[in-house]
Protein backbone atom coordinates (compact mmCIF):
# COMPACT_ATOMS: atom_id res chain seq x y z
CA UNK A 1 0.00 0.00 0.00
CA UNK A 2 1.69 3.27 -0.94
CA UNK A 3 2.10 5.44 1.86
CA UNK A 4 -0.30 8.15 0.48
CA UNK A 5 -3.34 5.56 0.68
CA UNK A 6 -4.81 4.63 4.49
CA UNK A 7 -5.42 1.19 5.16
CA UNK A 8 -9.61 2.14 4.76
CA UNK A 9 -8.87 3.09 1.27
CA UNK A 10 -6.88 0.55 -0.15
CA UNK A 11 -9.71 -1.58 1.78
CA UNK A 12 -11.77 0.00 -1.11
CA UNK A 13 -9.42 -0.47 -3.70
CA UNK A 14 -9.18 -3.53 -5.59
CA UNK A 15 -12.29 -4.17 -7.23
CA UNK A 16 -13.95 -1.02 -7.65
CA UNK A 17 -10.85 0.77 -8.58
CA UNK A 18 -9.79 -2.56 -11.29
CA UNK A 19 -13.00 -3.14 -12.22
CA UNK A 20 -13.39 0.76 -13.49
CA UNK A 21 -9.88 0.79 -14.78
CA UNK A 22 -9.59 -2.52 -17.24
CA UNK A 23 -13.20 -2.14 -18.32
CA UNK A 24 -12.14 1.47 -19.88
CA UNK A 25 -8.42 0.62 -20.92
CA UNK A 26 -8.44 -3.66 -21.38
CA UNK A 27 -11.28 -4.29 -22.84
CA UNK A 28 -11.85 -0.65 -24.07
CA UNK A 29 -9.39 1.79 -25.20
CA UNK A 30 -11.10 4.94 -23.81
CA UNK A 31 -9.23 8.43 -25.17
CA UNK A 32 -9.71 11.91 -26.31
CA UNK A 33 -13.41 12.89 -28.74
CA UNK A 34 -15.01 9.52 -26.95
CA UNK A 35 -18.16 10.18 -24.75
CA UNK A 36 -18.61 7.28 -21.83
CA UNK A 37 -21.99 6.61 -20.36
CA UNK A 38 -21.82 5.41 -16.57
CA UNK A 39 -24.37 3.68 -14.61
CA UNK A 40 -25.15 3.94 -11.52
CA UNK A 41 -22.45 6.28 -11.82
CA UNK A 42 -22.63 7.53 -7.39
CA UNK A 43 -21.62 3.83 -6.75
CA UNK A 44 -18.33 2.03 -5.94
CA UNK A 45 -16.99 1.62 -9.35
CA UNK A 46 -19.46 4.13 -11.50
CA UNK A 47 -17.51 6.97 -8.98
CA UNK A 48 -14.49 5.47 -9.54
CA UNK A 49 -15.25 5.15 -13.37
CA UNK A 50 -16.00 8.69 -13.80
CA UNK A 51 -12.45 10.13 -13.00
CA UNK A 52 -10.44 7.35 -14.81
CA UNK A 53 -13.05 8.09 -17.91
CA UNK A 54 -12.05 12.11 -17.27
CA UNK A 55 -8.53 11.31 -16.47
CA UNK A 56 -8.21 9.93 -20.15
CA UNK A 57 -9.75 12.69 -22.30
CA UNK A 58 -13.75 11.61 -22.12
CA UNK A 59 -16.34 13.49 -21.86
CA UNK A 60 -18.14 11.37 -18.99
CA UNK A 61 -22.30 10.94 -18.76
CA UNK A 62 -23.57 9.97 -15.30
CA UNK A 63 -27.40 8.32 -14.95
CA UNK A 64 -28.16 8.43 -10.97
CA UNK A 65 -31.64 8.17 -9.09
CA UNK A 66 -31.40 11.42 -7.17
CA UNK A 67 -30.28 15.20 -7.49
CA UNK A 68 -27.81 14.69 -4.42
CA UNK A 69 -26.52 12.00 -6.26
CA UNK A 70 -26.17 14.02 -9.49
CA UNK A 71 -24.34 16.73 -7.47
CA UNK A 72 -21.96 14.22 -6.26
CA UNK A 73 -20.81 12.92 -9.67
CA UNK A 74 -20.50 16.19 -10.92
CA UNK A 75 -18.21 16.75 -8.00
CA UNK A 76 -16.19 14.13 -9.47
CA UNK A 77 -15.94 15.15 -12.78
CA UNK A 78 -18.97 14.49 -14.77
CA UNK A 79 -20.00 16.17 -17.76
CA UNK A 80 -23.57 15.46 -17.23
CA UNK A 81 -25.68 13.86 -15.11
CA UNK A 82 -29.17 12.21 -15.54
CA UNK A 83 -31.45 11.13 -13.58
CA UNK A 84 -32.94 7.80 -14.84
CA UNK A 85 -35.99 8.01 -12.88
CA UNK A 86 -37.01 11.37 -13.86
CA UNK A 87 -36.75 10.34 -17.08
CA UNK A 88 -35.46 8.22 -19.90
CA UNK A 89 -31.66 8.24 -20.04
CA UNK A 90 -31.36 6.94 -23.70
CA UNK A 91 -33.11 9.66 -25.03
CA UNK A 92 -31.62 12.30 -22.86
CA UNK A 93 -28.09 10.62 -23.80
CA UNK A 94 -28.77 10.81 -27.20
CA UNK A 95 -30.00 14.67 -26.75
CA UNK A 96 -26.80 15.50 -25.10
CA UNK A 97 -24.35 13.91 -28.27
CA UNK A 98 -26.53 15.81 -30.87
CA UNK A 99 -27.81 12.43 -31.92
CA UNK A 100 -24.76 10.83 -32.30
CA UNK A 101 -24.77 8.75 -28.97
CA UNK A 102 -22.48 7.56 -26.46
CA UNK A 103 -19.15 5.55 -27.64
CA UNK A 104 -18.93 3.20 -24.37
CA UNK A 105 -21.35 2.13 -21.86
CA UNK A 106 -20.96 0.88 -18.49
CA UNK A 107 -23.65 -1.70 -17.32
CA UNK A 108 -23.79 -3.08 -14.12
CA UNK A 109 -27.75 -2.86 -13.64
CA UNK A 110 -28.72 -4.47 -16.97
CA UNK A 111 -32.51 -5.86 -17.06
CA UNK A 112 -33.60 -1.92 -17.02
CA UNK A 113 -30.69 -0.60 -19.11
CA UNK A 114 -28.82 -2.78 -21.38
CA UNK A 115 -31.74 -2.77 -24.11
CA UNK A 116 -32.43 0.87 -24.02
CA UNK A 117 -28.67 1.48 -24.13
CA UNK A 118 -28.16 -0.34 -27.59
CA UNK A 119 -30.15 2.57 -28.46
CA UNK A 120 -28.11 5.62 -27.56
CA UNK A 121 -24.98 3.89 -28.72
CA UNK A 122 -23.29 5.84 -31.72
CA UNK A 123 -21.64 3.43 -34.63
CA UNK A 124 -19.01 1.12 -33.63
CA UNK A 125 -20.11 2.10 -30.07
CA UNK A 126 -19.30 -0.67 -26.89
CA UNK A 127 -21.72 -1.84 -24.25
CA UNK A 128 -19.85 -3.70 -21.58
CA UNK A 129 -22.24 -5.60 -19.16
CA UNK A 130 -20.18 -6.42 -16.04
CA UNK A 131 -23.33 -7.08 -13.54
CA UNK A 132 -26.62 -7.25 -13.00
CA UNK A 133 -28.23 -5.52 -10.32
CA UNK A 134 -31.59 -4.79 -12.14
CA UNK A 135 -31.76 -8.08 -12.90
CA UNK A 136 -30.37 -10.51 -15.71
CA UNK A 137 -30.91 -8.65 -19.48
CA UNK A 138 -33.01 -10.23 -21.94
CA UNK A 139 -31.05 -12.51 -24.58
CA UNK A 140 -29.35 -10.79 -26.94
CA UNK A 141 -30.68 -10.46 -30.95
CA UNK A 142 -27.17 -10.33 -31.98
CA UNK A 143 -28.88 -8.93 -35.27
CA UNK A 144 -29.48 -5.33 -33.61
CA UNK A 145 -25.67 -5.35 -33.45
CA UNK A 146 -25.93 -5.10 -37.27
CA UNK A 147 -27.69 -1.11 -37.00
CA UNK A 148 -24.94 0.89 -35.89
CA UNK A 149 -21.84 -1.94 -36.40
CA UNK A 150 -21.77 -2.23 -32.02
CA UNK A 151 -20.60 -4.83 -29.80
CA UNK A 152 -21.70 -5.96 -26.30
CA UNK A 153 -18.83 -7.46 -24.40
CA UNK A 154 -18.90 -8.97 -20.70
CA UNK A 155 -16.10 -8.22 -18.00
CA UNK A 156 -14.98 -9.65 -14.55
CA UNK A 157 -12.08 -8.90 -12.44
CA UNK A 158 -11.25 -12.45 -12.17
CA UNK A 159 -10.41 -12.63 -15.67
CA UNK A 160 -7.78 -10.31 -15.23
CA UNK A 161 -5.87 -11.88 -12.31
CA UNK A 162 -5.15 -14.84 -14.96
CA UNK A 163 -3.22 -12.48 -16.87
CA UNK A 164 -0.71 -11.11 -13.83
CA UNK A 165 1.09 -8.47 -16.21
CA UNK A 166 -2.23 -7.12 -17.07
CA UNK A 167 -2.76 -7.51 -13.65
CA UNK A 168 -0.03 -5.52 -12.44
CA UNK A 169 -0.72 -2.83 -15.27
CA UNK A 170 -3.72 -1.85 -13.67
CA UNK A 171 -2.29 -1.78 -9.98
CA UNK A 172 0.54 0.64 -11.14
CA UNK A 173 -1.63 2.77 -13.53
CA UNK A 174 -4.22 3.44 -10.85
CA UNK A 175 -1.83 4.31 -8.11
CA UNK A 176 -0.10 6.46 -10.64
CA UNK A 177 -3.62 8.32 -11.32
CA UNK A 178 -4.63 8.58 -7.53
CA UNK A 179 -1.06 9.85 -6.81
CA UNK A 180 -1.56 12.48 -9.57
CA UNK A 181 -4.63 13.89 -7.61
CA UNK A 182 -6.72 12.29 -10.71
CA UNK A 183 -8.54 10.00 -8.83
CA UNK A 184 -9.81 9.76 -5.77
CA UNK A 185 -11.24 7.01 -3.54
CA UNK A 186 -14.69 7.60 -1.91
CA UNK A 187 -15.86 5.42 1.34
CA UNK A 188 -19.59 6.83 1.74
CA UNK A 189 -19.52 5.03 5.00
CA UNK A 190 -17.77 2.55 7.36
CA UNK A 191 -19.54 -0.25 9.56
CA UNK A 192 -18.27 -2.29 12.56
CA UNK A 193 -17.76 -5.74 11.34
CA UNK A 194 -20.64 -6.46 13.79
CA UNK A 195 -22.94 -4.49 11.58
CA UNK A 196 -22.46 -6.40 8.51
CA UNK A 197 -25.98 -6.94 8.19
CA UNK A 198 -26.29 -3.14 8.59
CA UNK A 199 -23.67 -2.52 6.10
CA UNK A 200 -25.94 -4.81 3.36
CA UNK A 201 -29.11 -3.15 4.50
CA UNK A 202 -27.93 0.25 3.80
CA UNK A 203 -26.64 -0.82 0.07
CA UNK A 204 -29.65 -2.47 -0.49
CA UNK A 205 -31.47 1.21 0.27
CA UNK A 206 -30.28 2.58 -2.93
CA UNK A 207 -28.90 5.50 -0.14
CA UNK A 208 -25.10 4.58 -0.61
CA UNK A 209 -22.67 6.48 -2.52
CA UNK A 210 -19.30 5.18 -3.20
CA UNK A 211 -17.65 2.06 -1.47
CA UNK A 212 -18.78 0.75 2.13
CA UNK A 213 -15.74 -0.32 4.27
CA UNK A 214 -16.23 -3.05 6.95
CA UNK A 215 -14.11 -2.71 9.51
CA UNK A 216 -12.82 -5.57 12.11
Not at 53 to 65: D, E, H, L, Y
Not at 163 to 169: E, G, N, T, Y
Amino acid sequence: IPDSISFEHAAAFPVQVLTAWHMLHTSHQTGPGQTVLVHSAAGGVGIVAVQIAKAAGARVIGTVSSASKAALIKEYGADDAINYVAGDFAAEANRLTGGRGVDLILDAVGATTMDKGLTCLAPFGHLILYGRAGGPPEPLNLFRLFEKSIKVSGFVLYTVTAVPDAMRRGIEESFKLIAQGKVKLLVGKSFPLAQAADAHKFMESRQSTGKLVLIP
